[in-house]
């Protein structure tokens, strides 16, 4: 579910319109793994956990506001080259393509890596409740091992291992390193799942969207839509993930709220 389908729907969103789109959008995995949490594990939902979710799904959506209106905005591989007769490049120089996102069929992918992301987290935490001693490392390896059987399947496609073959380098070095990164990661989830609820872990794990804006700059400035509405969005977004990890009791303590505010804000919309 995660490393296969959420996988290969997250590289497929960030192709089509890049990090810094499809990241806002990919947080919506966290209502999800919530209302999952919910219906079947019956964690507690509260008011406050519901406006932090609200606040995570308006920025997943205001971060497709305006998405062609960013002056740096990056640019397409597959727009067409321009040429000039003017200038001092000659007559065959060549412009820099511009980056078109593909909006909705990123949406669509981007959606797609949100539910299964979002129902992952909730499978590893049921095994750790029925096998509370079970180790975390063993887990992660079944699971690893599981998803490397099934995309093997893949290579059964005619022209798959030539496509790899084909791979330049300079390509090959970052998807290594995505992988490496990613499985530290997944061990890191299955350790917190194991001694925490679901509720706790999926919004903090959503911190990561500030870390991909910052290195979206920094490494892919060319190829990524960066603007006041992809800002927005991503830290309203990671407000809402805040809110919805947060005791409401112990935010009412530090915030010092009224006790009708305290109570209203820790109100059980659902859960035991």
Known sequence: MHFVFGRYCNYKSNQLMGVNLGAPVIQLQVPFAMMLA??????????????????MLGGA???????????????????????????P???HAKHKPTFQPQV??????????????????LMAREAFLHAPGASTVAGGCLAYAAATLVFSLAL?????????????FENLQWFLAAAVLVAISQ????????????????????????????????INRDHEVMNGAVLIGAFTAVLGSILVSIPTDELATLLSFPVPVAEFLGYRLAGR
């Open 104 to 121: 909705f069929s990123g949406y669509m992918f981007a959606f797609g890596a949100a539910a299964c992301y979002g129902a992952s987290p």
């Open 89 to 91: 490049a000659g007559p």
């Open 61 to 87: 959506f205001t971060t497709q506001a305006n998405t062609g209106n960013n002056k740096n905005q990056p640019l397409a591989s597959t727009s067409k080259p321009v040429t000039t007769s003017t200038g």
């Open 187 to 218: 061990a890191l989830v299955y350790a917190s799942l194991a001694i925490a609820p679901l509720m706790v872990v999926t919004p903090i794990l959503q911190l990561s969207l500030v870390f991909r804006l910052f290195l979206s700059q920094l």
């Open 156 to 168: 059964l496609k005619p022209g798959s291992w030539q496509d790899i073959k084909d791979m330049k």
């Open 38 to 55: 919910v219906v079947m594990l019956h964690e507690k939902f509260t008011v406050l956990q519901a406006i932090g979710s609200t606040l």
